[in-house]
């Protein structure tokens, strides 16, 4: 019997099964028809078809692409790299199809760069991904920073570590500013037996946890020279650089929209002045300082919209969606000279600029 007696083309789904939920990477079932043969290279014919088409439709994975590519705006090398993981783990999967076996690839990730560049964001739409793909089995995330997994007392830390690690297994486990986990300069510190457990688990447990840790590139570069053994086990290190003002501005109109809201055209203009200074003073952190300079543009546009509403004033759907100049202009960040932490005020009833 010539091997391409017994081998047909595989069946529709390569590497599927029903479900809504993909099998987890690394144990989709090989077709039935390759189970026995161990050296698939030899028994299966070079020209025997794939169904990509069937598995690119059923893990929709165009669609998940093509939403992180139009949500997020920039990020052009982070999209890429989210591409190219994509490929990787697609024709991963189909080559396990027939019975191509190899290693589940090392996922593990390290995002650097300042405070909301999107790093969150993009680890909880990278876990969706992986779920997506098959990688992950449940594809949830799970956010801690050290406090979550180091003890204060002897022997608080290693079930602290544990029962973090158990809670994201099947998923990501994402670790914000995580070299705060380990003081080099103190020997007692138990911030060690987290680093110790993470290492051992980011290698045995690959195939089931993507561990992504994230932070300031420098702190995070020093946290790599310190603990050996732990960026090779990163496959992936991935920068997320300051946006631009264009890109800044284009993250407001997204945030605006969602909330179904809209810039008067002279409104759009100020808070392109706004944005610029905001963005010269201490603590401006990117996407997080729009999304809250946003928050209180809303609750400034709305003590305006409801005072004239309380003269007498007649509303309609324009008056409830238009963000006016004035709104904008009345933030603190104007005055010049003039500067206070103004991420956490929130802005007083009493029409008190902020
Ligand atoms: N590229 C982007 N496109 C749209 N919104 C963004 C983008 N980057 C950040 N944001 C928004 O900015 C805020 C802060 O982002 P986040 O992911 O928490 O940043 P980080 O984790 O790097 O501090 C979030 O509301 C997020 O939705
Ligand atoms: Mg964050």
Redesign the pocket.
């Known amino acids: 019997m010539t091997p391409s007696e017994h081998v047909e083309m595989p069946s529709m789904g390569t590497g599927m099964v029903g479900g809504d939920r993909p099998p987890a990477f690394g144990r989709a079932k090989i077709d039935e028809r390759f189970k026995d043969l161990n050296d698939p290279f030899r028994e299966v014919p070079d020209d025997t078809e794939v169904d990509s088409q069937g598995l690119l439709d059923d893990a929709n994975i165009d669609e998940v692409l093509d939403r992180l590519d139009q ?5 052009k090398d982070v999209k890429g790299r989210i591409h190219e993981i994509a490929s990787l783990l697609l024709i991963d999967r189909l080559r396990r199809g027939i019975g191509l076996e190899a290693d589940a690839p090392t996922l593990h990730m390290s995002f650097t ?1 300042n ?8 680890a909880m739409r990278m876990a969706k991904v992986l779920h997506k793909l098959g990688y992950l089995r449940k594809g949830h995330l799970v956010s801690v920073t050290r406090d979550d997994l180091v003890g204060q007392y002897v022997g608080h830390t290693a079930p602290k570590t544990r029962a973090v690690l158990e809670r994201a297994m099947g998923g990501v486990l994402f670790i ?1 500013e995580a070299y705060h986990i380990y003081r080099v300069d103190n020997e007692r510190d138990y911030g060690q037996e987290t680093v110790e457990l993470l290492l051992e688990v980011m290698e045995k447990d690959r195939a089931d946890l993507v561990v992504i840790m ?1 932070g300031y590139k420098q702190q995070m570069n020093r946290f790599f020279s310190d603990v050996p053994g732990l960026s090779s086990r990163i496959a992936h290190h991935i920068d ?1 650089p300051d ?1 631009a003002p264009d ?1 800044l501005m284009a ?1 407001a109109h ?2 605006l929209e969602r909330e179904r809201y809209r810039f008067a055209p002279d409104a759009e203009t100020a808070f392109e002045d706004y944005l610029r200074i905001r963005a010269s003073q201490p603590r401006f ?4 300082s ?2 809250n300079a946003l928050d209180r543009l809303r609750m400034r546009h709305a003590i305006r919209v409801h005072e004239s509403a309380a003269k007498g004033r007649r509303l309609t759907k324009k008056d409830l969606i238009t963000i006016e100049a004035e709104d904008v202009h009345k933030s603190r960040v104007f005055d010049s000279g003039f500067y206070r932490d103004d991420e956490r005020a929130a802005p007083s009833l009493t029409g008190t600029a902020t």
């Open positions: 949500e997020l705006v920039a990020l760069g405070p909301g560049t999107g790093k969150t964001t993009v914000d994230a997320f946006y890109e993250i997204l945030m952190a990117n996407g997080r729009v999304r």
